[in-house]
């Protein structure tokens, strides 16, 4: 199975957020993050939205390593004095790849995570778009069976069809919604 460290700005939106929750729960991959890692999204939320309170994201990275029980990784650290990226404040990140043997970091922000450094450690840096794009690929029926599911659970307040192929666009998964979009008769 894929093991993947989810970088702090992929877990900041809450649709992406929730919809690598639902493939992580339907076994397609298996996330990892640190508490670091989760400290920075949970702050950016709460900085950038006044709305949800610190109780409610504290549910919420409750419910996210529920998922996966080996979401959480510690003793990382060991590596970060060792790493040098273009951002001395991302070597966590990458430490934590390395200390959990995963394959991959989901991130944005690849221009923080060079391909030459990475590859020494056999990790790469990848777009969530690809990412999530390459799960469909490998099991379609698993994929948009937990899609529709998860589009099925939003409730406050639910979307069409078209508006969730349109926050997949929204956020930047143009590739993950053509697929999506090919399927729709089923989710």
């Given at each position: 199975m894929i093991i993947a460290v989810l970088d702090a700005c992929v877990l900041y939106p809450p649709s992406l957020r929730n919809l690598l929750m639902r493939l992580a729960?339907?076994?397609?991959?298996?996330?990892?993050?640190?508490?670091?890692?989760?400290?920075?999204?949970?702050?950016?939320?709460?900085k950038d939205?006044?709305?949800?309170?610190?109780?409610?994201?504290?549910?919420?990275?409750?419910?996210?390593?529920?998922?996966?029980?080996?979401?959480?990784?510690?003793?990382?650290?060991?590596y970060i004095p060792a790493l040098t990226l273009p951002d001395p404040d991302d070597r966590h990140v990458l430490a934590t790849a390395i200390h959990a043997l995963a394959s991959h970091i989901v991130t944005y922000n690849l221009s923080d995570f060079p391909e030459s450094i990475l590859g020494y450690h056999n990790v790469e840096a990848i777009h969530p778009d690809i990412f999530l794009s390459a799960l469909f690929d490998e099991k379609p029926e698993e994929f948009l069976h937990a899609v529709y599911r998860h589009r099925a659970d939003l409730k406050n307040p639910p979307k069409s069809i078209q508006e969730?192929?349109?926050?997949?666009?929204?956020?930047?998964l143009v590739q993950l919604a053509t697929r999506i979009d090919a399927h729709r008769h089923v989710i």
């Open positions: 729960a339907s076994r397609l991959y298996s996330p990892r993050w640190t508490h670091e890692i989760q400290d920075e999204w949970v702050r950016s939320v709460l939205n006044s709305a949800i309170s610190q109780g409610q994201l504290d549910r919420t990275c409750l419910l996210m390593a529920l998922v996966n029980p080996k979401a959480i990784v510690s003793g990382y650290e060991v969730y192929i349109d926050t997949l666009k929204a956020n930047r």
